[in-house]
């Protein structure tokens, strides 16, 4: 009833477009992004460790934002990398040390493809010294 050499031609057929994509990525040259270049800080260190500010600083300006939003006297961050700092809970903290938002800030967000909502309100000083002229 069924013809032996179609189905066994229909069964390759199924596993070659099945399996193209990892055939084309096994035989195409690598693709690989190098890091952006950033703007070195000018503070002697960041409020927390710069290994952990990495991946955790949104995590960590949301703790900050909670804080100042909630608790009356919470406008303050004690730093647990370095204790006994204590840091004001502001952007404004972060732009002593890192002078450019565009220079800094965008250029990493761009690079890993994120929008961050906190300009929507909060100004830069960029923005601060355009405002200031």
């Known amino acids: 009833m069924y ?3 179609w189905v066994i031609l229909l069964i390759i057929a199924f596993l070659g477009i099945c399996f193209s994509p990892l055939i084309y990525n096994v035989s195409a040259p690598g693709f690989e992004l190098e890091m952006p270049e950033l703007d070195e800080p000018e503070g002697d260190h960041c409020i927390e460790d ?3 500010m990495e991946p955790n600083h949104m ?7 909670t804080q ?3 608790d009356p006297g919470g406008r303050f961050y004690e730093s ?3 204790p006994g ?8 903290q972060c732009f002593e040390c890192h002078t450019s938002k565009t220079d800094f800030c965008d ?5 890993n493809g994120v929008s961050p909502y906190c300009w929507h309100c909060h100004n830069t000083p ?3 010294e355009e405002y200031n002229r």
């Open 59 to 65: 995590d960590l300006l949301l703790e900050m934002r």
């Open 85 to 92: 700092e204590v840091y004001e809970g502001t952007t404004y």
């Open 3 to 5: 013809s032996t050499k």
């Open 107 to 111: 250029t990493c967000h761009e690079y």
């Open 68 to 70: 100042t939003i909630r």
């Open 80 to 82: 647990k990398t370095y």
């Open 50 to 52: 710069a290994d952990w």
């Open 126 to 128: 960029e923005v601060l």
